[in-house]
C-alpha cells in the first residue's frame, strides 16, 4: 500500500538550518531509509563527522562544499553527491545558503552520524 505523505516531521537543530523528514526515525519510524529536505543558511557548517549510513544528497538550489579527507568539493544546483559510510565528512553552505534533499540508509539517527566536535578535514 502506498503512503501519501502531505507534511514532514520538522526536526529541529541549531545555527538556523531546517530539516523537514519526510520519510525516517522521526517522522514515520522508519529504520531502512530516511529523506529529508534541508534548507541551510549562508555560512552554515556542522562539525565534521563519519556517518555508519550511505547518504546522497541533492542540491536544489545555491551551493554545499563538501569537505573530505581528499579534499574539498562543491556541489552546485542540480547536482549531487554520494557519501559511503566511514567517510569522514563535513558539509558547509555556499555564499546564497543552500536548499538540498537528503536521502539516508539506513535512516539518519544522531547516534550513527558519528559527529566530531572542531573544525572538519579540510579546514
Known amino acids: 500500500m502506498i503512503s501519501h505523505i502531505t507534511t514532514p516531521q520538522r526536526v529541529p537543530v541549531p545555527g538556523?538550518?531546517?530539516?523537514?523528514?519526510?520519510?525516517?526515525?522521526?517522522?514515520?519510524?522508519d529504520e531502512n531509509v530516511s529523506v529529508a529536505r534541508m534548507s541551510a543558511p549562508p555560512g552554515w557548517d556542522e562539525p565534521?563527522?563519519?556517518?555508519?549510513?550511505?547518504?546522497?544528497?541533492?542540491?536544489?538550489?545555491?551551493s554545499l562544499m563538501v569537505e573530505h579527507d581528499g579534499g574539498s568539493t562543491e556541489i552546485a544546483a542540480g547536482e549531487a553527491v554520494r557519501t559511503p559510510a566511514g567517510e569522514r565528512?563535513?558539509?558547509?553552505?555556499?555564499e546564497r545558503?543552500?536548499?538540498?534533499v537528503s536521502v539516508c540508509v539506513p535512516?539518519?539517527?544522531?547516534?550513527?552520524?558519528?559527529?566530531?566536535?572542531?573544525?572538519?578535514?579540510?579546514?
Not at 89 to 94: F, I, K, L, T
Open 16 to 29: 538556523g538550518k531546517i530539516i523537514d523528514e519526510y520519510v525516517g526515525r522521526a517522522s514515520s519510524g
Open 48 to 62: 565534521a563527522q563519519t556517518p555508519r549510513f550511505d547518504e546522497v544528497t541533492l542540491v536544489i538550489s545555491g
Open 89 to 94: 565528512v563535513r558539509y558547509v553552505a555556499g
Open 97 to 100: 545558503g543552500a536548499e538540498y
Open 107 to 123: 535512516a539518519f539517527e544522531i547516534g550513527l552520524a558519528g559527529r566530531e566536535d572542531g573544525p572538519g578535514p579540510a579546514a
